[in-house]
């Protein structure tokens, strides 16, 4: 059976984590192909709320097996906080979650450095989430990287040491403090405690799988605006976070892909620095943010807001070949009287585009809108899509209009049970 992929279509907390969770049941395996601790994934039900930053987010639903695959970049440290969280939820995550021996390991030093660049940038600061996932991606590519299987190395503290003091040379230059006595000892208790979970071959594993054909979703962290190829460069992260990320950070084959599932807001945010060009500063852009608590799940900063963009999301839908979206938040733009949607950009020599162009870092590119009459009604309790009201039917059918994919999933809150199928193309 091929595998199911989930990615975000705009810079991020587009709602991966919720929708994840609802279609787990359906999967016999969730697997994360990219990212680590910068992702912050929220899960709710029965009244309580989770946030996953590298275990996958298929981890509450029992006898599913989550995967953290080659292509994340995983903090020990956080990873056994997230572990401890989960500890009074009787979850077997022993038994049930596989880390990759190629997944690379984030060292105290590599924060560090995330910290030193972010400094040294100034007002170009990226605006990172400071976990270190810039310079572990460097060292991956530079071939220095450390790997969780090297923790079963009888020589990987001397690895770990070679490692470090590269970077406490280029951390000097930084003028950084650097007693990582404290680090180190967390760090290395971390690793002792990392050892306790299956350490696999998990390109063999997931591929074993898809040859008995069980059904599996890759799980994506951010979103295809903040990929470091397609994203809107320098302000992206450091991995791939399209389509081809789940290839690489997972060892499957293109042709093993089956459904792209491509998750947007009914509206746009964005954390940290870089151009975004529907971005509202004024009362609705407040409200937007106060409505739909636009607070980042890891790092806790205010979330910009601003109208949905089609130009970014037809990019994004193109560069990852989804099949199927669904559309998170609608619940959030119910408090608005019009809705406005961007169509196209008007550049700075007043010609019009309507794609998604390499001077959107550069250039002040001035929204187009379409005006559409919102529904101006509570979302509340309505379980079928024909109850919604007509006005945000209306919505999502000029959505599908522009962008040519259909709309199969319609969110109205953040709790599992507020999720609607527009289609159940699901068994
Ligand atoms: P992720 O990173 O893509 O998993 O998304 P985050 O968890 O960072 O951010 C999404 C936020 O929106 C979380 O606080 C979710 O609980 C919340 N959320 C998800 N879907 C909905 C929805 O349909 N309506 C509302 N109001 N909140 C939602
Ligand atoms: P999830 O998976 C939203 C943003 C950061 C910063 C840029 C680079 O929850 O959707 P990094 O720490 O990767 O060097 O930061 O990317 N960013 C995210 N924004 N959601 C995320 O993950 C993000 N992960 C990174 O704010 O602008
Ligand atoms: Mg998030």
Redesign the pocket.
Known sequence: MKVDLLL?LQW???????IVDFLAPKYDMVARFQGGPN??????FDGI?H?LHQIP?GIFRHDIKNVIGNGVVLDPVIFRKEIEALSKFELDAKKNLFISKKTQLILPTHRLLDQAYEKSKGDNKIGSTLKGIGPTYQDKIARLGLRVGDILSDHFKEKYDRLAKKHMTILKTHEMELDLTEYENEFFKAIQFLKQFPLIESEYFINEAIQSNAPILAEG?Q?SLLDVDFGSYPFVTSSNTTSSGACSGLGIAPNKIGEVFG?FKAYCTRVGSGPFPTELFDEDGERMQK???EF???TGRPRRCGWLDLPALKYAIMINGVTQLFM?????LSIFEDIKVCTGYRKTDGSEIDIFPYEVVDENLEPVYEVLKGWNTSLDGINEYDDLPVELRNYIDFLEVNLNVPVNIV????DRT??IWRNKVLA
């Open positions: 975000g991020g907390d587009e709602g991966k984590g919720k992702a912050g994934h929220t899960l709710e709320k946030v987010s962290a979103g998750i409505e739909g608590r980042g799940a890891t998170m938040k609608a619940d959030v969110s109205i809150g953040p507020e999720t």
